[in-house]
């Protein structure tokens, strides 16, 4: 029988762009509450319980009271608010994360779809850590910037609505500036660190895209890697992988400027190591479309693993 998907939360930023992603394949069929019924407590029970799969598009707190209605132990659960992500039963979403990481996703029946930041910032730093090139304890900082469509709805109606009454013109902004923002706790606990990050997060004026980057002081490190050995590990850690690519060291050094919208419409995940002429410091970079591998896309590709279709199936390379 052909698996059946529900997507609860489907009208959001994110809902929107997984039902973009699923429409038309053949090997799954998403099913849907009526507008009317996604507030009835007993309609919304009997749908999470019936499908093979559902996706949660919703604050953290409706996520875990819809968890909460699932009594069929058969059904595949894909959480991509916050609400599980470090939580012990739960497989994170991040299947290029280490080797083992897909195996443990198709078996799981409780999936948490990373964060967008904590995306980029794992894909960046876990490796080096686990390689012991980054000490676990060291006082790491991480700053990007992200396309407004992150901030779902509501951020989306005040940068795109000259009618809303919060409307704003501003080309660039910074965020979270009580230094709690709400994936530091992923990006702590699978980064593989003691302690969280520094995040200096910020909002431009464009839809979606996202960079992000770690600097790092080489030179004062313990063993004091050279950019060649942290390029190194990034490469051996993706190797072969089909969405996440560490860029060479010879290209890099030919970049000039970034664009955060470079992988817009796409699951990719691109790694950067840019070094001094001194090889003493570091900038690694991260870019993907915060709507794709940092959202919508993850979940897809988590979806594909957890009903044993190709992983691919849906997303664009």
Same mark, same amino acid.
């Given at each position: 029988m052909t698996p059946t998907v529900f997507i609860d939360g489907e009208a959001g930023t994110t809902g *929107?762009?997984?039902?973009?992603?699923?429409?038309?394949?053949?090997? *799954?069929?998403?099913?849907?509450?009526?507008?009317?019924?996604?507030?009835d407590i007993e309609a919304?029970?009997?749908?999470?319980?019936?499908?093979?799969?559902?996706?949660?598009?919703?604050?953290?707190?409706?996520?875990? #009271?819809?968890?909460?209605?699932?009594?069929?132990?058969r059904v595949r659960v894909i959480d991509a608010s916050t609400a599980h992500r470090i939580e012990p039963g739960w497989a994170y979403g991040f299947p290029e994360m280490d080797r083992g990481q897909r195996a443990t996703i198709a078996e799981a029946r409780r999936i948490a779809n990373p964060g967008c930041w904590a995306t980029a910032f794992i894909a960046l730093v876990r490796p080096l850590a686990t390689a012991g090139l980054?000490?676990?304890?060291?006082?790491?900082t991480a700053s990007g910037v992200s396309g407004y469509s992150g901030g779902g709805k509501a951020m989306i109606t005040e940068f795109e609505d000259p009618a809303a009454p919060n409307y704003t013109r501003v080309p660039y902004r910074i965020y979270a500036l009580d230094l709690a923002h709400k994936h530091l706790p992923e990006m702590r606990v699978h980064g593989r660190l003691e302690r969280a990050p520094l995040f200096a997060p910020a909002v431009g004026r464009y839809r979606q895209g996202m960079i992000l980057e770690v600097?790092?002081?080489?030179?004062?490190?313990?063993?004091?890697?050279?950019?060649a050995d942290v390029?190194?590990?990034?490469?051996?850690?993706?190797?072969?992988?089909?969405?996440?690519?560490?860029?060479?060291?010879?290209?890099?050094?030919?970049?000039?400027? *970034?664009?955060?919208? #470079?992988?817009?419409?796409?699951?990719?995940?691109?790694?950067?190591?840019?070094?001094?002429?001194?090889?003493?410091?570091?900038?690694?970079?991260?870019?993907?479309?915060?709507?794709?591998?940092?959202?919508?896309?993850?979940?897809?590709?988590?979806?594909? *693993?957890?009903?044993?279709?190709?992983?691919?199936?849906?997303?664009?390379?």
């Amino acid at each position: 029988m052909t698996p059946t998907v529900f997507i609860d939360g489907e009208a959001g930023t994110t809902g *929107l762009e997984i039902r973009q992603r699923l429409a038309g394949r053949a090997d *799954l069929a998403v099913v849907s509450l009526a507008p009317e019924k996604r507030k009835d407590i007993e309609a919304r029970r009997e749908i999470l319980n019936e499908a093979d799969a559902v996706i949660l598009c919703l604050p953290d707190a409706a996520a875990r #009271e819809a968890v909460s209605l699932i009594e069929s132990p058969r059904v595949r659960v894909i959480d991509a608010s916050t609400a599980h992500r470090i939580e012990p039963g739960w497989a994170y979403g991040f299947p290029e994360m280490d080797r083992g990481q897909r195996a443990t996703i198709a078996e799981a029946r409780r999936i948490a779809n990373p964060g967008c930041w904590a995306t980029a910032f794992i894909a960046l730093v876990r490796p080096l850590a686990t390689a012991g090139l980054l000490p676990s304890d060291w006082p790491i900082t991480a700053s990007g910037v992200s396309g407004y469509s992150g901030g779902g709805k509501a951020m989306i109606t005040e940068f795109e609505d000259p009618a809303a009454p919060n409307y704003t013109r501003v080309p660039y902004r910074i965020y979270a500036l009580d230094l709690a923002h709400k994936h530091l706790p992923e990006m702590r606990v699978h980064g593989r660190l003691e302690r969280a990050p520094l995040f200096a997060p910020a909002v431009g004026r464009y839809r979606q895209g996202m960079i992000l980057e770690v600097p790092l002081a080489l030179e004062a490190m313990s063993g004091r890697p050279s950019p060649a050995d942290v390029h190194a590990r990034l490469a051996e850690a993706y190797a072969g992988e089909a969405f996440v690519e560490t860029v060479s060291l010879e290209a890099a050094a030919q970049l000039s400027v *970034l664009e955060p919208e #470079e992988l817009n419409g796409t699951n990719k995940l691109r790694l950067h190591v840019f070094a001094s002429k001194s090889g003493s410091q570091a900038r690694l970079v991260a870019l993907l479309d915060n709507l794709g591998k940092g959202a919508a896309g993850a979940a897809v590709q988590n979806l594909n *693993l957890a009903l044993g279709l190709p992983e691919a199936s849906g997303l664009c390379n």
